[in-house]
């Protein structure tokens, strides 16, 4: 079945450091790839998405492309800021099956 | 503006209690879905509805009850068969249940709390 391996945290990095958290994906048919965001006793915003192969999506800074060869979808942004931190989530959607598919989510600390 | 908007924010229950988690939309969008979420896991779906009057079992279905009457509205009910109901529970919506590349929009979440 379609599934999502994100990296385990926490990530804990000192403010304007580059981030990266891993992603990768298993899926049949032709998904599309979600990154959400999740600040502290909140909802999951939109960070950006990737729908089809070779696309990259990107939004405040952070930015993810979808690799169809890898099946992976790295979240990743240049200089991170202490108001970044929050917990991240990888997720698929596939036509197939109309489900949203999550990661474990990965926490993300930056300190000042 | 348009949004999902759960009540309330702070749930508490005593256990043999049933309790409703309250959704509402006004996205116009035809599908809808509740997650449970745990601490340090992520998000597992309990029921979802592609269009009004319709609703299918998630993943973790058991315990929970749901209904679609309305197209802006889907009401989660935990009931006392749910054995461990603390969580914090998350509504979402998006604009077609097939639509691979439309996004779920989510609501704030209650916290659900068995005391």
């Known amino acids: 079945g379609n599934s999502v391996t994100q990296m385990e945290g926490p990530v804990t990095l000192s403010e304007e450091a580059f981030l990266t958290i891993n992603c990768t994906y298993t899926?049949?048919?032709?998904?599309?790839l979600f990154w959400y965001v999740q600040y502290p006793g909140e909802g999951l915003q939109l960070l950006l998405k990737?729908?089809?192969?070779?696309d990259k999506g990107s939004n405040k800074g952070f930015e993810a492309t979808y690799r169809k060869e890898t099946t992976s979808f790295h979240l990743e942004k240049g200089s991170v800021q202490v108001s970044d931190s929050a917990v991240y989530f990888c997720?698929?959607?596939?036509?197939?099956?109309?489900?949203?598919?999550f990661g474990q989510g990965t926490t993300l600390q930056v300190k000042p | 503006d348009g949004g999902i908007t759960q009540s309330p924010k702070y749930l508490f229950r005593k256990e043999g209690q049933n309790v409703t988690l309250s959704c509402e939309q006004n996205?116009?969008?035809?599908?809808m879905y509740w997650y449970r979420q745990d601490p340090g896991q992520g998000l597992r779906l309990i029921y979802y509805?592609?269009?009004?009057?319709?609703?299918q079992k998630g993943d973790i279905a058991e315990g929970y009850s749901v209904s679609r009457e309305k197209k802006e509205s889907f009401p989660l009910t935990v009931t006392s068969a749910q054995k461990n109901p603390t969580a914090f529970y998350l509504c979402a919506s998006s604009r077609k249940w097939a639509e691979a590349n439309t996004e779920a929009f989510f609501g704030q979440g209650t916290r659900l709390t068995v005391v």
């Open positions: 996205l116009n969008h035809d599908a």
């Open positions: 990737a729908t089809k192969a070779d």
């Open positions: 509805s592609q269009i009004v009057n319709d609703f």
């Open positions: 997720a698929l959607k596939s036509s197939n099956t109309g489900k949203l598919i």
């Open positions: 899926a049949t048919g032709y998904p599309s």
